[in-house]
């Protein structure tokens, strides 16, 4: 089982919104990871968690929050968007940092 | 130079042929290399995977890595038209952080 599970599937926000998405597994894996993609490019990495703390902030903007409360689960926190933030954004997990990210379905999310 | 290149596309094969994807990459000492699949409007889903030089089969898929000349590839035998997608070479450097190819939509004609 490589289940990662993302909500919400969609999201539309107006850019004074708060809002969170959110990252479940439970495959016992330490790495968690953020990315965001926009149409057709590949992956950018946005954040990444090894073993619950914050490992990597790809210099991403303040008005996206990470949070990892426990080893299965991976929120980003959503303020003050603005509307070129519309992208897939993706979760994924693997066993530690050196091994295969497993993906999530993705968050669509629209910023009006 | 990006860190991963990959050969542009789109390819269009026949049903039945073989789909060959190339990938370079910059670090010399990346030591791990993916490919991802991924369908429009779905997430990637991960293929294959390759550590060492050599071929590796799994079942059409084959990849080849060959870390002298920083090179991976990846073939689809007897190709379907469920093979219809874009698929990304990822390569994770020292850092364990993965470097995505801009990817190359692949189109199987039935």
């Known amino acids: 089982d490589t289940e990662v599970t993302q909500t919400p599937k969609h999201l539309v926000m107006g850019m004074t919104n708060k809002k969170s998405l959110k990252c479940e597994q439970h495959m016992g894996h330490r790495a968690m990871y953020w990315y965001k993609q926009k149409a057709k490019k590949p992956p950018e990495l946005m954040f990444v968690y090894s073993y619950e703390k914050l490992s990597i902030n790809e210099s991403v903007p303040s008005r996206f929050s990470p949070e990892c409360p426990n080893s299965s689960l991976l929120n980003l926190h959503l303020h003050a968007l603005q509307p070129e933030d519309s992208a897939l954004y993706l979760c994924a997990s693997s066993q530690a940092l050196e091994n295969i990210q497993y993906f999530g379905a993705g968050t669509r999310l629209s910023v009006l | 130079q990006k860190e991963v290149e990959q050969n542009s596309g789109p390819l269009s094969v026949p049903e039945g042929a073989i789909a060959s994807l190339n990938c370079t990459y910059s670090d010399r000492g990346s030591q791990s290399f993916f490919w991802y699949r991924q369908y429009s409007g779905k997430s990637p889903e991960l293929i294959m995977s390759?550590?060492?030089?050599g071929d590796k089969e799994d079942g059409r898929f084959t990849a080849q890595l060959n870390k002298a000349s920083q090179y991976v590839s990846l073939l689809i035998r007897d190709s379907q038209p469920s093979d219809s997608a874009t698929y990304l070479c990822?390569?994770?450097?020292?850092?364990?952080?993965?470097?995505f190819g801009a990817g190359t939509t692949v189109t199987v004609r039935a």
């Open positions: 990822a390569v994770a450097n020292n850092d364990y952080k993965l470097s």
């Open positions: 390759i550590y060492s030089n």
